[in-house]
């Protein structure tokens, strides 16, 4: 097995589009990485919830912003902004949204075989 790999997100092994959101996964050994193209107006539990149900998000979410701004309010009452150029982590047990009219565009990493938020549907 190489110890090196790369891949093109053009070139996605998944791909789920949900309203208002693009996810394009690609594995890379055992790792999981994914593009997520969020509209403005994209809300968790307007765009997601149906396809998933449960009352909040309760996948984890680690990734990088490099364009626009989500906020995400946790079920214990917690909530953070975070921007293009942060780095976050979204406890499972959460919503999140879009925050103003520039579309949000972030990478999520994980190890493979664990889903996350907009790509996990039972559709």
Do not use: R
């Not at 092994?13 to 055992?30: C, F, M, Q, R």
């Not at 103003?100 to 565009?105: L, S, W």
């Amino acid at each position: 097995m190489s110890s090196l790999f790369k891949k093109s997100f053009d070139d996605a092994d998944e791909v789920k589009a949900p309203p208002k959101t693009h996810a394009s996964t690609i594995k890379l050994g055992n790792i999981n990485a994914t593009k997520v193209v969020l509209e403005p107006g994209w809300k968790w539990s307007e765009c997601v919830k149906p396809a998933v149900g449960g009352e909040s998000c309760q996948a984890g979410h680690v990734g990088v912003i490099v364009q626009g701004q989500m906020k995400c309010v946790h079920d214990d009452g917690s909530e953070i902004v975070a921007s293009a150029g942060d780095a976050y982590y979204f406890a499972p047990g959460h919503d999140g949204w879009v925050i103003g009219d520039e579309t949000f565009i972030g990478y999520e990493f994980s190890e493979t075989g664990k889903d996350f938020g907009p790509w996990k549907t039972t559709a």
